[in-house]
């Protein structure tokens, strides 16, 4: 069965620091992979996402980036956090390639930027 | 791009009554409609979903229901307990658009013992 790791599970940041959170999945290949994030009390904000090696796509333009170096793993990177910055940040992975294509997430990572 | 509004934001109801939460969506291209539940502190996880080909699907308490004509959907769940309680999460996804889920803001659900 597919299992999807985040790391780390929370984070505290001072302004301006940089940022590196990393999510896994196993058990499935060439995954689709998605980066969300939800302020506090939101809804679900849909950051990047992938389907395939170095190919990503970015939803919203903002001072976050993300990369894929291998086929299931997927890392949110900043140069320089801000305050907006803080918020759960849910990693997902699809199938990909279907019609209804589940998206499964991970279990978060909650960053508070000081 | 699409669209998907939901209400009601909150939703308070009794132990043993039921409780519904309805979501539109504005492109017809759309054809799956997962829901999801937020606990408190915890990821969203998939409870129910119905594809563009289906009007009803059912699971034990709860139920979804499709109207393609007025582009909107319903999550129903009968004999509410207070485990119930969470925030859930509508959404649609189309192949036309890459399959990418468009969420709806979600919904408050408390049930009260």
């Known amino acids: 069965s597919q299992t999807i790791h985040q790391w780390p599970a929370t984070l505290v940041q001072p302004v301006g620091s940089p940022l590196s959170l990393e999510c896994t999945v196993e058990?499935?290949?060439?995954?689709?992979l998605y980066w969300y994030r939800q302020a506090a009390g939101r809804g679900l904000q849909l950051l990047f996402y992938s389907v395939g090696i170095g190919q990503i796509s970015s939803e919203v333009p903002q001072n976050l980036s993300a990369s894929r170096p291998q086929d299931r793993q997927f890392i949110l990177s900043s140069k320089k956090l801000l305050l907006s910055d803080s918020g759960f940040y849910l990693c997902a992975w699809s199938a990909g390639g279907r019609e209804y294509d589940t998206q499964y997430f991970g279990p978060g990572t909650r960053l508070t930027v000081l | 791009g699409e669209n998907v509004e939901q209400h009601p934001s909150t939703l308070s109801v009794q132990e043993g009554d039921s409780a519904v939460i309805k979501c539109t969506y504005s492109?017809?291209?759309?054809?799956?409609f997962p829901w999801y539940k937020q606990e408190l502190g915890k990821r969203p996880q998939l409870i129910i979903d119905?594809?563009?080909?289906?009007g009803e699907k059912k699971d034990q308490r709860i139920a979804v229901t499709l109207n393609k004509t007025a582009k909107h959907f319903s999550l129903h769940i009968t004999e509410t307990q207070p485990e119930d309680s969470a925030v859930y999460f509508c959404a649609a996804s189309s192949m036309e658009y890459g399959n990418k889920l468009v969420f709806g803001a979600g919904t408050i659900l408390r049930v009260k013992s």
């Open positions: 492109d017809s291209a759309s054809n799956y």
């Open positions: 119905i594809r563009s080909n289906v």
């Open positions: 058990g499935t290949s060439n995954p689709n």
